[in-house]
């Protein structure tokens, strides 16, 4: 219907933003990394959020050219922050799963990376346990492509899906971001399985975030039991890019 025609038109009229939501690292006390969320600017409708427009772009066949304008926006970033002087941070993208599989994604990637002169370990590409579930060799494929050339891959909303613990030994990924189901439920069970993700994350070598910390409380207990990084309204909401650098310049 109408957003799908205005979806199609958005890339070129340049509607698309996207925001950064900072992570902090809870050794270094402080943010060293952001998770890029796109949004679109409709001229009519005003901030439109990616949960109600990347399903339209799925069912069109839009995710693909959506996904490209999004890591090539990702590195234009990093590169404006780094003309800036800031220390560079590493961004972190979301991919759907019919993104990740998407054909020749993997030289696409590799073309906007040389061309935007990104040094490609500062990105990371976040996948969900759905897409580890559909075509298992495809992905495993894309997987060590992309870790083959530098790109770090996180499993996102980790433990919403299915066969979690399958997944950890089949695929070599580098970190796993924790649902923020897991700490908004203050139940015992939900404390004892996020320190048990931890501690066998730290068996495999992965690096876990938790994700939707929105009091102290939350904080304080995430801290406490040693993730390594912690994604969270109480650190910040999601801010656009100038936002974002003042917000990282001031713990400079
Ligand atoms: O920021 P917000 O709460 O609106 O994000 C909602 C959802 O949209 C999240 O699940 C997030 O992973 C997804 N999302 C945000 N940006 C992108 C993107 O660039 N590509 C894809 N595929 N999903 C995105
Ligand atoms: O599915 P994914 O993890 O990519 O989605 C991230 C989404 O979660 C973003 O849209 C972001 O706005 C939202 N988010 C980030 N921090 C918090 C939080 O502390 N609480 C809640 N409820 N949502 C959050
Ligand atoms: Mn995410
Ligand atoms: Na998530």
Known sequence: FMLQNDLRK????NELIVHYQPRYVVQEKQMMSVEALVRWNHPDWGLIYPGEF???????GMIGQIGKWVVEAVCKQWNEWKGKGLPPVRISVNFSGQQFLHKNME???KSIIKKQEVD???LEFEITESTLMSNQSAVLKMINSFRNMGIKISIDDFGTGYSSLSYLRKYPVDIIKIDK????DHSDESRALITAIITLASQLKMKVVVEGVETNEQWEAMKAMKCDEIQGY???RPLPSLELEQFYARQL
Not at 10 to 13: G, N, T, V
Not at 54 to 60: L, Q
Not at 181 to 184: C, K, L, N
């Open 107 to 109: 030289e696409e990637m």
């Open 234 to 236: 109480y650190f910040s």
């Open 120 to 122: 490609p370990t500062y």
């Open 10 to 13: 958005a890339l070129e009229r």
């Open 181 to 184: 189901s897991f700490v908004q």
């Open 54 to 60: 990347i399903p339209i772009a799925e069912e069109t």
